[in-house]
Structures are given as structure tokens and as C-alpha cells.
């Protein structure tokens, strides 16, 4: 048979392996438990590697518009980093993401206790939530999911109820990775899940992110005190550094003297989004590469962090992470929800299903790095 006739087949061999899903072995943890490390290719380049430690986004291998690959999440080259305290590097955040104030808050009447583990405020689900937790992992008939189970006990954390949750992986149209979230539980509670990738599109460990542009259509914010716990103010981004709704580097308003960015030391802050459904989140365009980045979600809210608290992490390949080295796009419900009732609800009940969708969706500029 001539090569000609074999080219269709040989191409559709092709594309169909770069749609896969494989597994490896990486490791154990303390315990002896075996975990893997799953990587997921697209058919345009795109290469997302995962863990089932704390459903962590350990590399995202993104082509700019010459084809040149680049790892754009920071993070670590192999497991033992990841079991040791560290910034939260790419992984599920839960069960509830972001600041919840003293760890208190009330429901149907019944007070309840978090545990407190950022001074006297709660954060990310506590000493032991969702990061640190070997996730069962199965991939779907077809090949294109990575579904990754756990189930968190009544009072795990101080939480109330059971709660189950399915978090799927999947690249879509060979440019985006979109993360499906669903619980259930069998008591009322409360849930914000989310992931804490930090990304820099030049490529992790190239240095400071603060010439990236960003565009984010938000014109309120969560106002919050010096402990960054929302004031329950909802707060207009016109006329200060916070306002994003028209591209702007990152780096142009980050060390003014404002109040809310003083606050965070650069920024840490909620950004209220307009509508419903999945709808973009941010827009973020590296001008070096040309890679652009857009996050869309279905939740009410996203967190835009500047790493403000990295100093001197030794991540993938020896590179040294320093503040503002990478940047959060964590989508989300408000911080400190439960406490404050006119912010979206973020309670969940039995009988009831959980659900938020966040798609990142690569592309470069177009002539971007062509002749």
C-alpha cells in the first residue's frame, strides 16, 4: 500500500493518541498509599498533567503562536514537595475556598466551629481539606475525562454533613481545560470549591508576571478589613487600581498607595462578576509569547491573587518562585458568605446537587512571534 492511502489513517492515529488519557505511578504518601500522575493531551498542543494528590494541576504545557511549548503553572517536579506544606500550588481548594471569618458561622440556627488556620479566620478548607486528600481516580469509557471522587466525613474540618464530590477533568477543542465540580451531602452546609493554580504565560520561572495584561469585567469588589475578611461592602472598582475592565498590565497600579491593595500587599481580592452561566471570568494576554489565557465560570465571583506571598520557592527545575511570580484566578463564591446573607448563597442541602464549571481557554495573539 502506498504512503499516500496510509496518511488519513496515520493522521487519525495521531490525533486520536494526542486526545488521550494516560496514568503513571508517582509516588506514595506518608502512609504507603499509591499515587498517580495523569496527563491529558489535546490535539492542538495543549498538555495538562494531574495528580490525584489534592487533584492538583501539576504542569499545563501550552503552545504560544509559533509552537513553542511552555509550562505556564508553577509548581513542582515531583511528589514529595506537594505532601509538605506549600502555597497551594494548582491544587482542589475546599471544602470551602477563601476566608471564612473566625471560622464561625451560623446555619439554620446551629453555630458552628471551623477549624482556624489563617490566625483566627478559616481558609481553604482548613489544616486537612481537599489539597491534602488522595482523590479516587477513574477515567471515563471514552477517554477524554479524568473523574477524581472523595468524600469528606460529617465534622471533618468542623464542616456539617457527609459530603461527596466528583471533580472531571477534560480537554476541550484542543485549546481549553474545563473543571467540572459536584457535591452532595446529607446535611445542610456550606461549600465553595475552587481551584489555586498559579500561572505565569511566559512560562514558570521566568521571572515576575506584572507585564501581563489583564482584563477582568467586574465593577464591584469585596470590600474587606485588614485581615482581608469582607466588610460585607460591595465595593466600585471605578476610579482605582482594581479597575480591569479595560486591559491594563498588571504590574501598571499593583504598589499604589490604596488602601485595598495595601491591604493584600498587591492583589488579593474578590472581583464581583456580571450575569449568569458560563461566562468569562478574566483575560489575560502575555505580551513576550503572545499566549493569552481566558477564564470562564459559571460562579458569582473570582479571586485575583498576585503571589504576593511567595518567597524563595524552589519549584520545577530548580527555578526560584519569589512574590508576584505567578497569578490566581481562583472562581468562586464570595469569601465569608455564610456570614453575610445578601452575598450568593453557598449553602448546600440533601437532595440537593452542588455544581460550578471553569474553563481555561488558551489562544495567542494573532501574527503574534510571525515575520
Request: net charge negative.
Given at each position: 500500500?502506498?504512503?499516500?492511502?496510509?496518511?488519513?489513517?496515520?493522521?487519525?492515529?495521531?490525533?486520536?493518541?494526542?486526545?488521550?488519557?494516560?496514568?503513571?505511578?508517582?509516588?506514595?504518601?506518608?502512609?504507603?498509599?499509591?499515587?498517580?500522575?495523569?496527563?491529558?493531551?489535546?490535539?492542538?498542543?495543549?498538555?495538562?498533567?494531574?495528580?490525584?494528590?489534592?487533584?492538583?494541576?501539576?504542569?499545563?504545557?501550552?503552545?504560544?503562536?509559533?509552537?513553542?511549548?511552555?509550562?505556564?503553572?508553577?509548581?513542582?517536579?515531583?511528589?514529595?514537595?506537594?505532601?509538605?506544606?506549600?502555597?497551594?500550588?494548582?491544587?482542589?481548594?475546599?471544602?470551602?475556598?477563601?476566608?471564612?471569618?473566625?471560622?464561625?458561622?451560623?446555619?439554620?440556627?446551629?453555630?458552628?466551629?471551623?477549624?482556624?488556620?489563617?490566625?483566627?479566620?478559616?481558609?481553604?478548607?482548613?489544616?486537612?481539606?481537599?489539597?491534602?486528600?488522595?482523590?479516587?481516580?477513574?477515567?471515563?469509557?471514552?477517554?477524554?475525562?479524568?473523574?477524581?471522587?472523595?468524600?469528606?466525613?460529617?465534622?471533618?474540618?468542623?464542616?456539617?454533613?457527609?459530603?461527596?464530590?466528583?471533580?472531571?477533568?477534560?480537554?476541550?477543542?484542543?485549546?481549553?481545560?474545563?473543571?467540572?465540580?459536584?457535591?452532595?451531602?446529607?446535611?445542610?452546609?456550606?461549600?465553595?470549591?475552587?481551584?489555586?493554580?498559579?500561572?505565569?504565560?511566559?512560562?514558570?520561572?521566568?521571572?515576575?508576571?506584572?507585564?501581563?495584561?489583564?482584563?477582568?469585567?467586574?465593577?464591584?469588589?469585596?470590600?474587606?478589613?485588614?485581615?482581608?475578611?469582607?466588610?460585607?461592602?460591595?465595593?466600585?472598582?471605578?476610579?482605582?487600581?482594581?479597575?480591569?475592565?479595560?486591559?491594563?498590565?498588571?504590574?501598571?497600579?499593583?504598589?499604589?498607595?490604596?488602601?485595598?491593595?495595601?491591604?493584600?500587599?498587591?492583589?488579593?481580592?474578590?472581583?464581583?462578576?456580571?450575569?449568569?452561566?458560563?461566562?468569562?471570568?478574566?483575560?489575560?494576554?502575555?505580551?513576550?509569547?503572545?499566549?493569552?489565557?481566558?477564564?470562564?465560570?459559571?460562579?458569582?465571583?473570582?479571586?485575583?491573587?498576585?503571589?504576593n506571598h511567595l518567597k524563595s520557592v524552589v519549584g520545577k527545575s530548580g527555578h526560584v518562585y519569589q512574590s508576584r511570580h505567578g497569578f490566581c484566578l481562583e472562581t468562586q463564591k464570595y469569601p465569608d458568605s455564610p456570614n453575610h446573607p445578601h452575598f450568593p448563597s453557598c449553602v448546600l442541602r440533601p437532595g440537593e446537587t452542588y455544581r460550578h464549571s471553569c474553563v481555561w481557554k488558551f489562544s495567542h495573539l494573532t501574527g503574534h512571534g510571525k515575520p
Open positions: 500500500m502506498k504512503l499516500n492511502a496510509l496518511l488519513p489513517a496515520l493522521v487519525l492515529l495521531m490525533s486520536t493518541a494526542q486526545a488521550s488519557i494516560t496514568s503513571q505511578p508517582w509516588g506514595q504518601t506518608a502512609d504507603g498509599q499509591d499515587v498517580e500522575l495523569f496527563t491529558l493531551r489535546g490535539d492542538r498542543g495543549l498538555e495538562a498533567r494531574i495528580t490525584n494528590w489534592g487533584g492538583i494541576v501539576v504542569s499545563l504545557k501550552v503552545p504560544d503562536a509559533t509552537g513553542r511549548l511552555a509550562d505556564v503553572v508553577l509548581g513542582f517536579d515531583d511528589l514529595k514537595p506537594y505532601l509538605t506544606k506549600h502555597p497551594f500550588f494548582g491544587c482542589i481548594t475546599g471544602r470551602y475556598a477563601n476566608r471564612i471569618a473566625k471560622g464561625r458561622f451560623t446555619l439554620d440556627g446551629v453555630s458552628h466551629q471551623l477549624t482556624a488556620n489563617s490566625g483566627e479566620n478559616h481558609i481553604h478548607g482548613g489544616l486537612v481539606g481537599f489539597d491534602k486528600k488522595l482523590w479516587q481516580a477513574s477515567i471515563s469509557e471514552d477517554g477524554k475525562v479524568l473523574q477524581l471522587r472523595a468524600q469528606s466525613a460529617d465534622g471533618e474540618e468542623g464542616f456539617p454533613g457527609k459530603l461527596d464530590t466528583t471533580v472531571s477533568y477534560r480537554i476541550e477543542d484542543g485549546d481549553s481545560l474545563r473543571i467540572d465540580y459536584e457535591s452532595s451531602t446529607d446535611k445542610p452546609t456550606i461549600i465553595n470549591l475552587t481551584n489555586h493554580s498559579y500561572f505565569n504565560l511566559a512560562g514558570e520561572g521566568s521571572g515576575d508576571i506584572l507585564s501581563h495584561q489583564l482584563e477582568l469585567p467586574a465593577s464591584q469588589y469585596t470590600a474587606t478589613d485588614d485581615n482581608l475578611i469582607p466588610s460585607g461592602e460591595l465595593a466600585s472598582v471605578e476610579g482605582t487600581p482594581l479597575d480591569f475592565r479595560k486591559p491594563m498590565a498588571i504590574g501598571a497600579r499593583i504598589n499604589e498607595a490604596f488602601k485595598a491593595l495595601q491591604q493584600g500587599r498587591g492583589y488579593d481580592h474578590n472581583f464581583v462578576l456580571p450575569g449568569n452561566g458560563l461566562r468569562l471570568a478574566a483575560r489575560v494576554t502575555e505580551p513576550q509569547s503572545g499566549r493569552v489565557l481566558e477564564v470562564l465560570t459559571t460562579d458569582p465571583a473570582v479571586q485575583f491573587y498576585t503571589g
